[in-house]
T-cell receptor, first 115, second 113 residues
Framework: DTGVSQDPRHKITKRGQNVTFRCDPI?????LYWYRQTLGQGPEFLTY????????KSRLLSDRFSAERPKGSFSTLEIQRTEQGDSAMYLC?????????????FGEGSRLTVL | EDQVTQSPEALRLQEGESSSLNCSYT??????LFWYRQDPGKGPEFLFT???AGEEKEKERLKATLTKKESFLHITAPKPEDSATYLC??????????????FGKGTHLIIQP
């Protein structure tokens, strides 16, 4: 069990640039989630995939945010035209279909700093 | 709108000093309540799931309980390695993965040797 892997762990960018984060879930997990966590807050749900289908995306923060999971394995989260308010930890989590949907395995996160 | 409120925000205990963390929630159609532990700079780590009022779960020095309006995480004789932020989360709605979790802000627990 190699766990959920996220890359990069840290990203510093200038306002207006695009950034992309990658998540590799645990291999047998078909459910994949993205959350955002700001300092002093709990994680905030963004989007959910079951295999390659994005079944929930209404919680993405704006149309600058998009996510893909093209082959049902790894996923990417892209933020276009970054703003300082996008600075946060972006967490990926996965779980098996059939398990309770709240029993998630989280990665260590990708920390974004927008200057 | 689902709401989760955790208290206290921070708690400092001496090693061996037992205490409880509170999680109060407002949700329509609770599917499950979850406790996670988060160490600095890491992602949350799953601890417990509670489904219905009266349910209890235990793991080492931790015990989680659930009522219709709140959950408690009891920590007995804690050790310094129990220091972490403890997060409570709820899942509502029709179930399945599409209903993301709603997290509280967490309780930052420090156990002093």
């Amino acid at each position: 069990d190699t766990g959920v892997s996220q890359d990069p762990r840290h990203k510093i960018t200038k306002r207006g640039q695009n950034v992309t984060f990658r998540c590799d879930p645990i291999s047998e997990h078909n459910r994949l989630y993205w959350y955002r966590q700001t300092l002093g807050q709990g994680p905030e749900f963004l989007t959910y995939f079951q295999n390659e289908a994005q079944l929930e995306k209404s919680r993405l923060l704006s149309d600058r945010f998009s996510a893909e999971r093209p082959k049902g394995s790894f996923s990417t989260l892209e933020i276009q035209r970054t703003e300082q308010g996008d600075s946060a930890m972006y967490l990926c989590a996965s779980s098996r279909s059939g398990s309770m949907a709240g029993e998630l395995f989280f990665g260590e996160g990708s920390r974004l700093t927008v200057l | 709108e689902d709401q989760v409120t955790q208290s206290p925000e921070a708690l400092r205990l001496q090693e061996g000093e037992s205490s409880s963390l509170n999680c109060s929630y407002t949700v329509s159609g609770l599917r499950g309540l979850f406790w996670y532990r988060q160490d600095p700079g890491k992602g949350p780590e799953f601890l417990f799931t509670l489904y219905s009022a009266g349910e209890e779960k235990e793991k080492e020095r931790l015990k989680a309980t659930l009522t219709k309006k709140e959950s408690f995480l009891h920590i007995t004789a804690p050790k310094p390695e129990d220091s972490a932020t403890y997060l409570c989360a709820v899942q509502a709605g029709s179930g399945g993965g599409a209903d993301g979790l709603t997290f509280g802000k967490g309780t930052h627990l420090i156990i002093q040797p």
